[in-house]
């Protein structure tokens, strides 16, 4: 499904591993602000950025990135829908996908965070893009992985802090234990639900140093983030996963740091769903935000 959307969009695909895959938009970029695009250089371009013929764009101011990464357990035709609408706008998709084991034992889920970190610097196709950050549900914890490297050595990381120009949170897991435990059974194992809940809580007690212990310093990165970017909440009331009174607590305090926050919040929605929910309103907001930040190449709407 995603093959197909990237082909019907002009969209070259390349596989890096199991979990991360790059999709490159062939569309040739239409600067919102013209003047930006007068004083393009080709030192500006993003290296390695290819046209479905192989051939390297020439005069194209960087093509910014999308570091895009979904909620566990997601389908190709649900992620597709997210991908068309960065296609149409013009961006580039990195699609990085979350993994249980990665959350269950958080040393791996620090691993792959140093690992996407290096890619993203050191990558010829990446290391001068301005980025854009889409992350849903654990997708949220993935990120937070990537923050508490960046977070314990701001200086070595503070060019890459800076390239991110917006992040987007949609339904993030935040609140209780019980609530973690829950998302588990939801996303995995639906049929069985309660028996992976209390499973779930018995094996983070039991390995309690190994996992709610890098569990609640995650969350404590996360609430003083080292990304100071704008950012947009998608969320609701009635998010078994999430707490809405939490997720009002998290935006304050972003907000009394200084960071520019738009969200927008529920009375009943679906986790991970609220485009499928409310597509006009959230088509809507997303729209507003991203052509409020200064990366957004074309004048496409949603």
């Not at 390297?56 to 035709?77: D, E, I, N």
């Not at 923050?147 to 987007?168: K, N, S, V």
């Not at 992976?196 to 390995?207: D, E, H, I, M, Q």
């Not at 969350?219 to 997720?247: H, I, K, Q, R």
Request: charged letters at 20%.
């Amino acid at each position: 499904m995603l093959a197909r959307a990237a082909l019907s969009s002009g969209v070259t695909i390349h596989k890096i591993s199991k979990t991360i895959t790059l999709y490159c938009n062939d569309k040739p970029i239409t600067p919102t602000h013209t003047s930006s695009s007068s004083s393009s250089t080709p030192a500006e371009e993003s290296p390695g950025t290819t046209t479905s013929s192989g051939a390297q764009q020439q005069h194209q101011p960087s093509r910014p990135l999308l570091l895009l990464l979904p909620w566990l357990g997601s389908r190709p035709q649900a992620v597709s829908k997210y991908c068309e609408i960065y296609f149409r706008t013009g961006f580039d998709v990195l699609m990085v996908e979350s993994q249980v084991s990665l959350f269950l034992w958080p040393r791996w889920g620090l691993e792959y965070g140093a690992r996407l970190l290096d890619l993203l610097e050191s990558d010829q196709r990446f290391c001068r893009r301005p980025l854009l950050v889409h992350a849903f549900s654990i997708g949220g914890y993935t990120f937070s992985q990537l923050m508490m490297h960046m977070a314990q050595d701001r200086e070595r990381y503070q060019g890459l802090a800076q390239r991110i120009h917006g992040q987007i949170y949609d339904s993030l897991v935040i609140g209780s234990l019980e609530r973690m435990a829950v998302g588990l059974g939801k996303n995995l194992f639906p049929r069985i639900e309660g028996l992976v809940r209390r499973l779930s809580l018995l094996y983070f007690r039991t390995f309690k140093h190994q996992t709610l212990d890098y569990f609640a310093t995650a969350l404590d990165v996360f609430w003083n983030s080292p990304v100071t970017a704008p950012a947009l909440f998608y969320y609701c009331e009635n998010d078994a996963l999430g707490d809405p009174d939490e997720m009002e607590k998290l935006i304050a305090h972003w907000k009394s740091r200084g960071v520019t926050v738009e969200h927008l919040r529920w009375k009943e929605s679906i986790h991970a769903g609220h485009l499928r929910a409310h597509p006009q309103e959230y088509l809507s907001s997303l729209d507003s935000f991203l052509h409020s930040l200064s990366i957004v190449p074309l004048k496409a709407k949603m």
